[in-house]
């Protein structure tokens, strides 16, 4: 089976005014289908950087990355904009929802630039609300709904193109301990029941205790990779 | 993603900033409701000047003789002696021409009881008061009978009312002594008040022509042939035509000069109408002036908007966006803003066309061309100020755009 994620001596380099700043140091990962990774590392580890470049949205300077068995290191913006689209889902941990648009609209927003049928697109999100249990909400704005419920619609969102990998970048990081364990819940069903691929980034450990495998950075680069021996259980749903 | 897409969104934009958007689009609605105001105006005013100048008599075709050369010096248009009334009778058979009055002017000494006045005796037919619209005051015009009869009667301007019978009363049924031949006065005209030339045009006695010819100049000849055509647009043909029979009348071969001459005052009002038109353009250049200011409001709002949406930006980019559908949908915003600002001013110049046509009494034309205009002009407007910030949102870089406080 081709690995989702599979990369070799990942550098990036910043160049700051004449300083020099390396943020990725020769990064080796790679994800297989149905993983749940977490990325820990304290500030300044790398661990956003290796998101950006891991969600395509940035280039590395050097090094070797395939997404799905295609080498993406040095694609054209519009061509990284492309596979966004069709296969990466992204969880922010400021949700980023459109603000005065209905959650259903937000789900449907990948969609309009993946390309599919207006008619498809109530569909598929509708049901995609009603996975991580909101379909409540579907007419509601992000502005009437609590930030856990905003998360969920988030995630719904990330779900709609059916990605081959879901990047969530401290998606509890604005949440109280109780919705916390909720929106993680989820992430960990969905993996569990429906094999979706995760790669959570994180600098709480107690949240990255939900993974399947835990990955460190620090200073650039990996300083461990294993199995959770000490994976939650989730707490029960909150649907 | 589809065009409707892209429209849909953008209004979807612009509808989420309400108060925003109809306070920008404000630039481009009050710049379209003054081009199009000021438009009406001009063009209502140049319809009227031309109106009028039409009613002076621009249907009106002025036959003259030409000139002659007595002893080497020429004289002026009207020297000749060549126009006789049968010309004038030969005319009025042509298509096109409603009627015809021959002139014959004679300046001599009027005579009225105690009282005497130099005034212009003008011979004329009875269409006279129709081709020159001046109706009677009092009393009745001569008529053909009174032409073939060469009935000594008269109808006086208002001048030659006052001065010839200063005591007031009717001077119908009061005869008049011209070259020592007594005319009956019929009638009295309305008073017309000073030409455009500040001669006065009610200094003036009327008397059949032929009476004039037969008793007052004793020549065969007139001074002029006054023909009018039924309509303005007929003129030019009706000068062809006249100027062709008088040829043949008068037996003028080609290559000959003419003995005569033919005017009409069509120049005059082509002059009147080409005035308004460059009046007309001036106005609406200073309107578009204020298009280009609203324009300039477009740009500077939706600077603001790439600002404070750059997260917006960002986020539409991770959730696969291209470069160029997040160009297309701020173009598209920028220009949806400016064509319905647009269309939402031809309505206010409408109601503004009318208030003014209501209020000033001022007659109002609303050319649909520049309706046109003005709606695509402020679409343009859209587009080319809402490139600029279009294209600097469509060249964020997803990340820091996310990450934009």
């Known amino acids: 089976m081709t690995a989702v994620v599979h990369i070799e001596q990942l550098r990036k380099v910043y160049t700051i005014g004449e300083t020099q700043v390396i943020a990725l140091d020769g990064v080796d990962l790679t994800i297989e289908p149905g993983e749940f990774i977490a990325i820990m590392g304290p500030s300044g580890s790398g661990k956003s950087t290796f998101m950006q470049i891991t969600g395509l949205l940035d280039t590395p300077t050097s090094g070797r990355y395939a997404f799905e068995g295609k080498d993406v290191a040095n694609l054209s913006a519009d061509d990284r904009a492309d596979i966004r689209s069709r296969r990466l889902g992204f969880v922010f941990q400021s949700y980023n929802l459109l603000a005065r648009t209905s959650a259903l609209e937000n789900v449907e927003l990948p969609m309009v630039y993946a390309g599919v049928p207006e008619v498809d697109r109530k569909r598929i999100a509708l049901e995609k609300l009603a996975i991580v249990g909101v379909s409540e909400l579907a007419q509601h704005a992000p502005n009437q709904m609590s930030g856990g419920q905003q998360q969920r619609v988030a995630i719904a969102r990330s779900l709609v193109n059916n990605p081959g990998l879901i990047l969530a970048d401290e998606p509890t990081g604005a949440l109280d301990t109780k919705t916390s364990d909720d929106v993680m819940s989820i992430l960990t069903r969905l993996n569990d029941e429906q094999g979706i691929t995760i790669m959570l980034v994180t600098h709480e450990p107690d949240i990255a205790l939900y993974a399947k495998r835990l990955v460190t950075f620090r200073d650039g680069k990996i300083v461990s990779d294993g199995p959770n021996a000490h994976r939650h259980e989730p707490e029960k749903i909150v649907a | ?405």
Request: aromatic share 6%.
């Open chain 2, 1 to 405: 993603m589809s065009f409707m897409a892209t429209v849909r969104l953008a209004l979807d934009a612009l509808i989420r900033n309400k108060v925003r958007s109809l306070l920008t689009m404000l630039g481009i609605v009050i710049g379209v409701a003054a081009v199009i105001v000021t438009v009406a105006i001009g063009s209502g005013a140049r319809t009227s000047v031309t109106n009028s100048i039409n009613a002076l008599g621009s249907n009106l075709i002025v036959v003259q003789p030409g000139s002659v050369t007595q002893g080497g010096a020429r004289t002026g248009f009207g020297g000749a002696s060549t126009l006789t009334p049968a010309d004038g009778m030969a005319m009025t058979t042509l298509a096109g021409v409603a009627a015809v009055s021959p002139l014959v002017t004679v300046r001599t000494q009027v005579v009225s009881g105690a009282n005497n006045w130099q005034t212009t005796i003008s011979g004329v037919a009875p269409t006279y008061t129709f081709i020159k619209g001046w109706p009677l005051a009092s009393g009745t015009f001569f008529t053909d009978e009174d032409i073939a009869s060469s009935a000594k009667v008269a109808v006086l301007g208002q001048t030659d009312v006052s001065e010839l019978f200063p005591g007031g009363g009717d001077p119908v049924g009061q005869n008049i002594i011209v070259k020592g031949v007594p005319f009956t006065v019929i009638g009295t005209l309305t008073a017309l008040g000073q030409s455009s030339l500040g001669t006065d045009q009610d200094d003036t006695i009327l008397v059949p022509y032929s009476s004039a010819m037969q008793r007052l100049t004793g020549q065969t000849t007139v001074s002029q042939l006054m023909v009018s055509a039924s309509s303005a647009a007929l003129v030019d043909s009706v000068q062809t035509e006249v100027t062709q029979l008088l040829e043949q009348r008068h037996r003028i071969v080609a290559g000959q000069p003419d003995d005569f001459q033919v005017r009409n005052l069509q120049s005059i009002a082509a002059a009147a109408s080409s005035t308004g038109a460059v009046m007309e353009f001036l106005l609406a250049g200073v309107a578009a002036v204020s298009l280009i200011v609203g324009g300039i409001g477009i740009m500077n709002i939706m600077m603001v908007s790439v600002t404070e949406r750059t997260r917006e930006i960002g986020l539409r980019m991770s959730l696969g966006a291209r470069g160029s559908s997040i160009l297309r949908q701020f173009l598209t915003e920028s220009t949806v803003l400016s064509a319905v600002g647009g269309i939402i001013g031809v309505l206010f110049g409408f109601i503004g066309t009318f208030v003014v046509s209501m209020l000033a009494k001022w007659p109002t034309q609303i050319p649909v061309a520049w309706v046109f205009l003005a709606v695509g002009f402020s679409a343009l407007v859209g587009i080319f100020f809402g490139y600029y910030p279009a294209r600097k949102a469509a060249n964020l870089n997803p990340i820091d755009a996310l990450r934009f406080e």
